[in-house]
């Protein structure tokens, strides 16, 4: 079964203003990651925040991370019509002595001009 | 180079045909990945090769075969598939697999459609 659970599934906003994604998971983690996705393509890192971390920043994104709920956020500040994408989470978790990556259930977003 | 180039874009290939997938990049990675992605859902890992040899192998079925002739290159073979195998397949690489999570640099994906 997948790890990670966001919500919301789908999520429409007006250019400019902030918006908000979740994760949930299962197990223990070491990492979470979170991806970006245009339709039909492949996708795009864009932050890792480790277990030990609480909260990350990289230009107008901030995620955050509580261990203690299994839980982690991604906030987009001041959207744009070009956020317009599905954004994933991942986490991690060990496997046969590798770090597998899996992908949470993602939030289809809409940022209209 | 962060790229990580997937040929073809778009495959269309019948249940007695024979295909392969291929996955290219040149950023020194040592981990490879296969995912399988439906529409509306997310990637679904498939393999992963470690330093050229398999190291995860999701249950997936034999008609898929994965290859990794070197450090740069995965392949994909196909053969005897099913409808249902339709998707979006992608190519992923990243730094390594045992040291820690690293982020994954993915391909733009192969569209195939089993007829």
């Known amino acids: 079964s997948q790890q990670g659970e966001e919500d919301p599934q789908a999520l429409s906003i007006q250019e400019g203003e902030n918006a908000t994604m979740n994760c949930s998971y299962k197990?223990?983690?070491?990492?979470l990651q979170w991806y970006r996705q245009n339709s039909g393509r492949g996708l795009v890192h864009l932050i890792l925040?480790?277990?030990?971390?609480r909260e990350k920043h990289s230009g107008r994104l901030r995620v955050t991370l509580d261990t203690s709920k299994k839980s982690s956020s991604l906030l987009i500040t001041a959207s744009r019509a070009a956020d317009t994408a599905s954004y994933f989470c991942?986490?991690?978790?060990?496997?046969?002595?590798?770090?597998?990556?899996?992908f949470g259930t993602g939030t289809k977003l809409q940022v209209i001009p | 180079d962060t790229e990580v180039t997937q040929t073809p874009k778009h495959l269309v290939m019948g249940m007695t045909n024979k295909k392969s997938l291929k996955c290219e990049q040149h950023?020194?990675?040592?981990?490879m990945y296969w995912y399988k992605q439906k529409a509306k859902k997310p990637p679904e890992l498939m393999f992963v090769?470690?330093?050229?040899?398999?190291?995860i192998n999701e249950s997936v079925p034999s008609r898929f075969s994965p290859e990794c002739p070197n450090s740069s290159l995965l392949n994909l073979h196909l053969h005897a598939l099913q409808p249902e195998d339709s998707a979006l397949y992608l190519c992923?690489?990243?730094?390594?697999?045992?040291?820690?999570?690293?982020?994954?640099?993915f391909g733009p994906g192969t569209r195939l459609t089993v007829t």
């Open positions: 992923a690489s990243s730094q390594g697999l045992r040291e820690g999570s690293y982020e994954q640099y």
């Open positions: 197990t223990s983690i070491n990492n």
């Open positions: 925040i480790r277990s030990n971390e």
């Open positions: 991942a986490t991690d978790a060990a496997s046969g002595g590798y770090q597998k990556v899996t």
């Open positions: 950023m020194g990675h040592r981990a």
């Open positions: 090769y470690s330093y050229e040899k398999l190291s």
